[in-house]
């Protein structure tokens, strides 16, 4: 089992990922939300890459939809939620269709055509994530969704933490990359102390969202494993 990371959405080469299992991680925040949401019940989410396309997948049947994203961070006008993955809940999502878009979250997921298997992470579920791919016994390439097709210090960290899950008693070849973001977990298993420097985290903060990062941040506190496949996401469990 070979694992590689791709640095950004902007980067993603189809020899890379085909065949491949890709775990596809926007951790602030577009991968908290989609994973809040399908543990809290929605049917499925579909990710689109543009707000028209939102809206006009929603038009077919607006009352049981959710339209949900962002564009620069903040909530689209006209939309029910925004990107905060604390806006998913159960009393809002249960039995509904997510319909989201966001800046680079959906753009990474839809970019992954031509792979063996498509998993939605974060760190919110980080070890389950980690879990299941090792039992696919395939190659595994870890899509970070990045900043407006930048490299980002918070994508890159949760990575390494399900790189580091992966390989706890499990041998395994890691590119330099993958080893790269191994070391940056293992020397900072303090989140909150590494990503505070990266470029989005300020931009969230500046919002007063301080609330969704705590949240994004913590590990494994859900167990659900979204997959996308056919334009939708499930959970793979």
Do not use: W
């Not at 049981?64 to 620069?72: A, F, H, K, Q, W």
């Amino acid at each position: 089992m070979n694992i590689d990371v791709i640095i950004s959405a902007d980067h993603i080469k189809e020899s890379q990922i085909k065949d491949k299992v890709v775990v596809v991680i926007d951790m602030l925040r577009a991968t908290s939300v989609i994973t809040t949401a399908i543990a809290n019940g929605c049917n499925k989410v579909i990710p689109v890459l543009t707000v028209e396309d939102a809206f006009k997948l929603a038009s077919k049947d607006r009352n049981s939809v959710i339209l949900g994203g962002e564009r620069r961070a903040l909530k689209i006008d006209g939309f029910d939620l925004s990107n905060s993955p604390l806006e998913y809940t159960k009393e809002i999502v249960q039995n509904k269709d997510v319909i989201i878009t966001t800046t680079n979250g959906t753009k990474a997921i839809n970019g992954c055509k031509g792979a063996y298997k498509i998993y939605i992470g974060a760190m919110i579920n980080g070890r389950a994530v980690a879990q299941l791919v090792k039992k696919e016994n395939k190659d595994i390439v870890f899509l970070n969704a990045g900043t407006n097709g930048q490299f980002s210090m918070d994508d890159f960290i949760c990575a390494g933490y399900m790189i580091d899950c992966i390989t706890e008693n499990h041998e395994v070849q890691l590119t330099d990359i993958a080893k790269t973001a191994r070391y940056i977990y293992e020397n900072n298993k303090d989140i909150d102390s590494y990503i505070k420097e990266a470029r989005h985290y300020s931009v969230i903060k500046s919002l007063s969202l301080e609330s969704d990062l705590a949240y994004c941040m913590k590990k494994d506190i859900l167990s659900v494993v979204p997959e996308f496949k056919n334009g939708e996401i499930k959970n793979a469990l």
